[in-house]
């Protein structure tokens, strides 16, 4: 516009110049005219080009802080989208790499966190089992802070548990599987954890996490109000991530199921293993029980044939020794009685080791229950290792030492069972020392062995029960049984032992004391009462012949069976009946129960070659009872007087017929 209202001025100055008539006005005027005419359209122009510009670099600027604007805005969507990328990226790391649900759970929750989509967030899982909703998560990130500045918001919040039907708003949303948002307070929170005033001004988002129409999560978090767009803006967009939790969550589980069931199945499977493992430990056990039962009654039945024949040995040597007064009869008869008595306590001994029974508590010579156990190895450590082409030197040393406090049985299987693990330990030869002495109030008794020795490990469990390093052999028991039985009366035990060079079994045990007021029953006078009539009932001939030698000073009868001595019996035709408990026919008790029928008073002994114990109920239909072989005759002599004072002193009963 300016340049035309130039032109248009130029035109009109230069047709007033040419066109002024002669005598008119001066050209000059209308030059002047002219060019003020031109200097003010030049002027309007150039005002107009002025504000054109002005306007021109106003729309530029509002174009430019439009442009700014929308980089800002641009800039702010693609840091919202690097977070939600951010996150999207660890998730998916969590749900790749690891199947376990609480690595899932807390890369969740860390991440939302860390990188700021949400300022707080609780995590609540759905527990379709038990149709309920548990809080596991609870964070949120302190002011000022950043990083992994993040901790609980309330730890009573975490291990609250909904049943899907409460009206809480954590378990509705589980329930309906819909976006939940609250302004303010809302009657369906937790009023025991939360409080109304706290709602004021602030906005409550619950978001499930789903996987088609199954709710498997629900997270909740929360806002101010002018921040209610830019979170549901957030939530919005991270809908895929929500759908790659799910994802996770649902595998998660799947995976603890399987891990629930494999445990199950493994619980299953070793409960079985130890099941068949108890089951074969207790048919062996029973096979053992079995063996063991069928040895203790050979055991008894070799006892009661020993004793028998040790009756027709014993009974001769101690008559030789009344009636003789030759000098080397005497002797010899000693000799035989010596050895006949020492014989019926070995098997006396051995019967309750097999059997497994306990004597009582009494004084033991400790060097005579040493010879017997040395001798009863002797095939184990001499015999047998000299066959392999090896020798073992066995040595005793017995010093001074008193009698123990134990019992002859429990001493001797002690003994027993330490020889036999020392010659365990030689299965190339070697020595084995024996030896005891008195040591304070006690006895020191010491078996010691140059074999292999046991390291610390083995020491500290080699009297547990059932622990033994022999392959195949032996059940475990026989150290944790002479520890038992060591220790049962009083005394202590332990062991020393190198590797390579050898074990010493140390056994503290403690000395006899006899009680106060207890007089030696060794050379009391026998008991002594009139002649009497006795019968004695015996399949053992050797055994009645003794018996009757020994009572020569009485009437005696014999019989062999108990029919015969029943159809001998008549009130008062006897004054003592010794009854043998093994007879042909009948068992000696019945015997003894019919003998008492027919003469209520008649005084009944039982003699037996069995090891009885005190409360056997056999023993109750007799008034005496002798153990074969009798270790003198004056204490059979004495048993049958008793029984005669015994019938003497009942009074005269009239036997029921």
Known sequence: YPFLFGILGTVLTAAGYFLSPPG???????????????????????????????????????????????????????????????????????????????????????????????????????????????????????????????GPTNPDVTGISYDLSDRDIVAEVARKGHLEVIEGWDKRFNTEIQRPEDYRDKVSYFIPVKQGDRVLAVLATGSLQKDKAVILQRIKGMQPLLDQVAVALD?????????????????????????????????????????????????????HNLNNILTGILGPAQILHQISHDPKVLEQANMIR????????????????????????????????????????????????ESRGHQIDMGVEIVGAPLIRGSQSGLFSVL??????????????????????QNNHRVRLTVQDTGVGMDEATQRRVFEPFFT?????????????????????????????????????????????????????????????????????GDEKIVGLMVARMLMYHQVDRVESGMEALERLAPGTYDVVLIDLGLADMSGDEVARKIREIDPIVGLVLITGWELREDDERLSAFDFWLQKPFAQPDYVRSTVA??????????????ER
């Open 24 to 150: 008119g006005i001066p050209w000059i005027i209308l030059t002047n005219r002219g060019e003020a005419f031109l200097a003010i359209w030049v002027a309007v122009g150039f005002c107009l080009k002025r504000r054109q510009s002005e306007e021109r670099i106003q729309r530029q600027e509002q174009q430019i802080e439009a442009r700014t604007q929308a980089l800002t805005e641009t800039h702010q969507k693609l840091y919202e989208q690097d977070r939600m990328l951010t996150a999207f990226h660890e998730v998916g790391n969590a749900t790749r790499s690891s199947l376990d649900l609480d690595e899932v759970l807390d890369t969740l929750s860390r991440q939302v966190i860390e990188t700021g989509i949400f300022r707080s967030l609780m995590v609540a899982i759905v527990d379709e089992h038990t149709r309920s909703v548990n809080v596991v998560r609870s964070l949120i990130r302190r002011p000022g802070e950043s990083g992994l500045g993040f």
């Open 251 to 303: 595998h998660a589980r799947l995976y603890a199921e399987v891990q629930e069931r494999q445990k199950v199945l493994e619980n299953l499977n070793q409960r079985q293993a130890r099941d068949i493992a108890e089951r074969r430990e207790t048919e062996r056990k029973l096979v053992q029980l079995e063996r063991l039962r069928a040895l203790g009654e050979m055991s008894a039945g070799v006892s």
């Open 338 to 385: 010596t050895s006949s008595i020492r014989a019926r306590e070995l098997v006396k001994r051995l019967h309750f080791a097999v059997r497994g029974e306990e004597e009582t508590v009494q004084p033991v010579c400790l060097a005579d229950i040493v010879e017997d156990a040395v001798q009863a190895t002797r095939p184990r450590w001499k015999d047998e290792l």
């Open 416 to 437: 027993i069972n330490l020889l036999v693990n020392a010659v365990d330990a030689l299965p190339e030869g070697g020595k084995i020392w024996v030896a005891a002495r």
């Open 469 to 537: 390093t022999k392959m195949d052999v032996g059940t475990g028991l026989g150290l944790s049984t002479v520890y038992g039985t060591v220790t049962r009366w009083g005394g202590d035990i332990r062991v020393e032992s190198v590797p390579g060079e050898g074990t010493t079994f140390i056994l503290d045990l403690p000395i006899w004391t006899e009680p106060e007021g207890k007089e030696k029953t060794d050379d009391e006078t026998p008991v002594q009462s009139r002649s009497g009539k006795i019968l004695v009932v």
């Open 642 to 655: 008793m029984a005669i004072q015994l019938r003497d002193g009942r009074p005269e009963i009239s036997p």
